[in-house]
C-alpha cells in the first residue's frame, strides 16, 4: 500500500506491506535512521518520533496509520544551528551513548511547547515512557529545563 507523510517538513511517498511498522517506514523506507529500535515491544521509547506534535512510539504503529500525517524525527530538529533542545542536551551533559536521545529530545521538545518551565516532576512524567542506560535522568530533566529557560528567552525577546 502507498503511505504519504509530510516528514520534517518535506512530502514523502513509500510503497510498504500492511505490516510495515512506522519505525521501519521511516528507517527503511525514508532513510532516517537517528529514530532507532529498542525493544520493538512500546517499552523503551527510543523510535518515538512526533506524529501531528505529539509523541508517539513509531514500533508500535503501523505506517498506514500514518498516512497523510506530519512526522517530526530527531533529524528535523536542526536548522541552520542546533534547536534549543539539542544544544542544552550537549550543555548539561544529557547523553553519553546516544541511543535514547533523539527520543528524549522529541518528548521534551513536545513538554515544553506545552510548558516552558516544566517542575522536575513534569519533565520526569513526561520523559516515563523513556528509558536511558547510561546517563541517567538528573542531566536529562536539566536539559529540558534549560532549553525551555532558553526557549522562554528568547520568546520574551521577540516580544520586547
Ligand atoms: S523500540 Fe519502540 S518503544 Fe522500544
Ligand atoms: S545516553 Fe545512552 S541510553 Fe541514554
Same mark, same amino acid.
Given at each position: 500500500m502507498e503511505v504519504n507523510v509530510t516528514i520534517n517538513g518535506a512530502a514523502r511517498t513509500a510503497e510498504v506491506e500492511a505490516r510495515t511498522l512506522l519505525v521501519d517506514f521511516i528507517r &527503511?523506507?525514508? @532513510?532516517? &535512521?537517528?529514530t532507532h529500535i529498542g525493544c +520493538? &515491544?512500546? @517499552?523503551? #521509547?527510543? $523510535?518515538t518520533v512526533l506524529l501531528d506534535g505529539t509523541p508517539v512510539k @513509531?514500533?508500535?504503529?503501523? !505506517?498506514?496509520? !500514518? +498516512?497523510?500525517h506530519e512526522i517530526q524525527t530527531v533529524?528535523?530538529?536542526?536548522? #541552520?544551528e542546533l534547536h534549543p533542545i539539542q544544544a542544552a542536551f550537549k550543555e548539561e551533559h #544529557?547523553?553519553?551513548? #546516544?541511543?535514547?536521545t533523539p527520543g528524549m529530545m522529541l518528548v521534551g521538545k513536545a513538554l515544553l511547547e506545552e510548558?516552558?518551565?516544566?517542575?522536575d516532576d513534569e519533565v520526569r512524567w513526561a520523559i516515563s515512557g523513556n528509558l536511558c542506560? $547510561? &546517563?541517567?535522568y538528573m542531566n536529562i530533566v536539566k536539559a529540558i529545563q534549560t532549553a525551555g529557560a532558553e526557549l522562554s528567552a528568547a520568546e520574551s525577546g521577540a516580544t520586547a
Open positions: &527503511t523506507n525514508l @532513510s532516517l &535512521t537517528g +520493538d &515491544t512500546t @517499552s523503551c #521509547g527510543v $523510535c @513509531s514500533c508500535t504503529m503501523f !505506517a498506514f496509520q !500514518a +498516512d497523510g533529524e528535523g530538529l536542526k536548522n #541552520g #544529557g547523553l553519553q551513548c #546516544g541511543f535514547c510548558n516552558l518551565n516544566p517542575t542506560r $547510561c &546517563t541517567g
